[in-house]
């Protein structure tokens, strides 16, 4: 198993940057799929997510629900959450890079 996830909402935001960056979508996402696990979402993560976003809102600004979502994959899997967005500023098990 491979040591990195990928929730799928982030398949959305990337497929936004390739056709914004001029970039080959099937390219990245097969460097995705052959380097980590695809992690799939239901009700009840949509759910959570609304709910965190909520919370966070409450101290932040434009803290999104794609962002919420993977939080809630992050607590689930016990994982680190490994990103460039600097919405994960400051918050716990995430590393920014």
């Known amino acids: 198993q491979n040591k990195f996830l990928t929730v799928e909402n982030c ?4 497929i936004v940057w390739c056709l914004r960056e001029k970039r080959k979508f099937d390219d990245i996402l097969n460097i ?3 380097n980590s696990s695809l992690v799939l979402l239901d009700t009840e993560d949509w759910i959570k997510a609304g709910r965190i ?16 979502l ?3 994959k992050q607590k689930e ?14 918050l716990k098990d995430a590393i920014i890079i």
Request: glycine letters at 2%; hydrophobic letters at 45%; charged letters at 30%.
């Open 11 to 14: 398949l959305a935001e990337i």
């Open 77 to 90: 899997k016990s994982c680190k959450l490994v990103t460039a967005d600097n919405h994960f500023k400051d």
């Open 53 to 68: 976003k909520f919370e966070i809102n409450k101290s932040r600004k434009y803290f999104g629900l794609m962002d919420a």
């Open 32 to 34: 995705i799929l052959s």
């Open 70 to 72: 993977l939080l809630v």
